[in-house]
């Protein structure tokens, strides 16, 4: 089987092909950075416009990347929300146009189950298919959730943000402390310099039962702890120290969350054998070795996408795609785009979690 996977939910534009047999033919991915650098975040509007703009050309571009015609292909899938829904609309449009010319299914795939799919898609350290169920922390600029994966569109969650996601938290981060956008990347690089003992900063819900994540306390603790510097410019060493603490915080905060979602985990699934990160912020090399070591102490296998598949891509919306036609779950014409979609809609409402839990 051949699927053409569409990803347009945020600020990059995307084209993938990939085969059940966990081949990426073609993988095109084009950023919006330039085109938001100076509003210091994603506009909508901006992406809206950019993304049609781009989508032809760059699923053009994916086929011609992977030798194929369309009559090659045994479906087109899209990212159907979450997301902004402006672009998730040119998406969804694109892979519905090109399903209806060359008749082909189309599947509407939900943003969260690509990332939540990936290791399937690349494997373990050995290139071995990861099998379900497993453990996910999927943490990135909109979501902090961790769930049980236990098959292609079944999902159970443990717990998610209770206000800010962890991404967001090393953004907004990384803007009061001017260093630029994206801040995510900047302040891991600051942090590899810093001291992150130097200055105090809270570890929300550390120690408390469940598997509930808080973020926003962290991150006015460093407004004000920048606040409190002397006046003027700050300092190269005051923003490494800070980048550093931010991130052993947070870090610590994952580890303990992570900790009791394993003892849940193993209770239900004691069959289950490893822990998957995933979304963008597991892209940082300091929080992926923390929870490699997390594994080794509890006896469990770690397992991450590579760097370059932690971000928004169509691969594993091609992916996700792809699980969902084997199990022969597409859908029609009719699908419409949601801004909101949770992987797990049995989930009770999160303490102050809001639509984005």
């Known amino acids: 089987m051949i699927v053409l996977g569409i990803e347009s939910s945020c600020d990059e534009t995307a084209a993938a092909v990939v085969t059940d047999q966990r081949a990426v033919l073609s993988n095109e991915v ?5 085109a938001h650098r100076p509003y210091g975040g994603v506009v909508p509007e901006i992406a809206a416009r950019a993304h049609l703009d781009a989508i032809d050309r760059i699923t053009a571009r994916a086929m011609e990347k992977a030798n194929i015609g369309f009559s090659d292909l045994d479906a087109v899938a899209a990212t159907g929300g979450p997301g902004l829904i402006g672009g998730v609309l040119v998406g969804v449009m694109t892979a519905k146009a090109i399903a209806a010319v060359h008749n082909l299914p189309f599947i ?15 494997g373990d350290r050995d290139n071995k298919e990861i099998s379900f169920p497993y453990l996910l922390l999927l943490v990135s600029g ?15 969650r443990l717990g998610t ?9 090393f953004d907004k981060s990384a803007k009061m402390l001017g260093l630029g956008y994206p801040g995510g990347p900047a302040l ?40 409190q510097l002397p006046e003027g410019p700050i300092s190269d060493r005051d923003k490494s120290d800070i980048c550093a603490a931010f991130q052993n915080a947070a870090g610590d905060v994952l580890i303990d969350r992570c900790n009791n979602a394993i003892d849940r985990f193993l209770s239900d699934h004691p069959e289950g054998t490893h822990l998957v990160v995933s979304g963008g912020v597991a892209a940082n090399q300091s929080i992926r070795s923390r929870l490699a070591a997390l594994c080794k102490a509890r006896d469990l296998s770690f397992a991450a996408p590579p760097v370059h598949l932690c971000t928004d891509n169509a691969a594993m919306i091609a992916w996700a795609g792809l699980e ?34």
């Open 30 to 34: 084009l950023s919006q950075l330039d």
């Open 161 to 169: 943000t209770i206000d800010d996601a962890l991404g967001e938290a």
């Open 324 to 357: 969902r036609l084997q199990k022969g779950d597409v859908d029609d014409l009719s699908f419409r785009p949601r801004p909101r979609w949770p992987l797990d809609p049995d989930a009770p409402a999160a303490l102050g979690g809001g639509v984005k839990a």
């Open 142 to 156: 909109g979501h902090c959730q961790l769930l049980i994966v236990k098959a292609a569109g079944s999902y159970k």
């Open 108 to 122: 509407g795939v939900n943003h969260l189950e690509g990332h939540a799919l990936t290791v399937r898609l690349t």
């Open 188 to 227: 891991e690089q600051w942090a590899r310099h810093g001291d992150p003992v130097r200055f105090d900063l809270p570890r929300p819900l550390k120690g408390r039962a469940g598997c509930d994540f808080s973020f926003s306390g962290l991150k006015t603790k460093v407004r004000q702890t920048i606040e």
